[in-house]
């Protein structure tokens, strides 16, 4: 059934790059329409007095599980990027994102590591709480020969993957024992086999010297900020000037990292002033949680990731641009993360400005996804 023809009236609107006043947006079938609001029949009426319109948000960072994608939308949040999921859990979360009354996802399906490399004890660990057999939660796809990147790029493509991670960690960031990870000459290959076949590489990092390795291999984007070196360490400017040349993008997850050791410690002022620099370099910013079964929230952590990219020197339009235009730019999604005629209407209804204040984006009174509205939001 055709989705009601709605329309906004006086309603402000952040179309993703842009703050207006004043304007109507009308939604026919899954679009916004580029028709004149005053020559339409509207089934459906909303006045926007005093609210702003936002485009669905994007959270460039995720780990989808079952029921996260109902929970993500409830709170504005339109698509998920997916950054590690096992190929049964992928093709079932597809499946469910085939709906209208779930978040959308895009995902990097099995993300690339050595044997023992991260994120494989996390994954073992799953394997006894989660009700999925040990080989498809616990193992999964590794490598560690130069030589094999293009058949393991290939599996990825194969299995769905719309995008690769490469995971480069080697433990030393969080105090534990050393674990094995890819270096400079495998993440090489990697980034190389994915650019082949059309694949954009994002890298997981934590530390300064792993940083260092992503960027050497010529990777997109970075799946956090580096949180190791304090403010004004010298590594922490050669990397700012490095990202900003090199012009990858930078997935926030400052959240995460609020959510690993808490508000206002060593390491959570470490990564905000990283996301400074790197913001006042001009290296794009993309709000992401790192949301997963346990934490941040999927959906209600990627408004707490908002309020801390402001605390770290973003205004608030740079912020809901970092959550919407700016992770559909750079992972290709030119359907979406913009307010303007013929594309999805994934859109976020809130009262108050969140242009001036930021936490405003929680207050939601109204959610679209692909022009179906959803009948349940976080207040209700």
């Known amino acids: 059934m055709r989705p009601p023809r709605t329309l906004i009236r006086d309603v402000r609107v952040f179309d993703g790059f842009r703050t207006i006043p004043r304007a109507d947006v009308l939604i026919d079938g899954d679009r916004i329409s580029g028709s004149d609001s005053d020559a339409v029949r509207p089934d459906v009426e909303i006045d926007g007095t005093g609210r702003t319109l936002l485009p669905g948000l994007i959270d460039a960072h995720t780990h989808t599980f079952d029921g996260s994608l109902a929970h993500a939308l409830t709170y504005g949040v339109t698509t998920e990027l997916d950054m590690f999921c096992l190929p049964s859990n992928l093709a079932r979360q597809r499946k469910l994102a085939e709906r209208d009354d779930v978040a959308d996802l895009r995902s990097a399906g099995v993300l ?3 044997p023992g490399g991260h994120p494989t004890a996390v994954m073992t660990a799953m394997a006894a709480t989660m009700d999925e057999p040990d080989d498809a939660v616990g193992r999964f796809d590794t490598i ?6 293009g058949e393991f790029v290939a599996a990825r493509l194969a299995e769905g ?3 690769l991670k490469i995971v480069i960690d080697d433990g030393s960031s969080s105090g534990t024992s050393p674990t094995p990870t890819i270096g400079r000459e495998l993440a090489t290959a990697l980034v190389d086999a994915a650019r082949a076949v059309g694949l954009r590489t994002v890298a997981h ?9 992503a960027l050497d291999a010529g990777v997109d984007g970075l799946a956090h900020v580096w949180s190791d070196k304090v403010p004004g360490h010298p590594d922490n400017a050669e990397l700012v000037h490095r990202a900003a040349t090199q012009g990858v993008f930078v997935i926030s997850t400052l959240i995460y990292v609020e ?15 990283v996301a400074k620099a790197l913001h006042r370099a001009g290296v794009p910013l993309l709000a992401g949680t ?3 079964p346990y934490a941040p929230l999927h959906g209600d952590g990627l408004h707490r990731e908002l309020e801390l990219l402001t605390r770290a020197g973003l205004t608030p339009p740079q912020a809901l641009a970092a ?3 700016a992770p559909a730019r750079h992972f290709g999604l030119s359907d ?6 013929g594309l999805r209407a994934d859109l976020v209804l809130v009262e108050g400005d969140p242009t001036q204040d930021i936490t405003a984006t929680r207050e939601i009174a109204a959610i679209w996804r692909r022009g179906e509205r959803l009948s349940r939001t976080p207040m209700g």
């Open 290 to 292: 790192d949301a997963n």
């Open 144 to 149: 560690e020969d130069p030589a094999r990147a």
């Open 336 to 341: 979406r993360g913009r307010i303007a005629p």
């Open 205 to 213: 990092v934590a530390a300064s010297t792993d940083t260092a390795i």
């Open 161 to 163: 993957s719309d995008y």
């Open 323 to 325: 959550t919407t235009s």
């Open 112 to 114: 690339a590591t050595t």
């Open 259 to 273: 959510s690993l050791v808490g508000a206002d410690t060593p390491r959570s002022t470490n990564a905000a002033y």
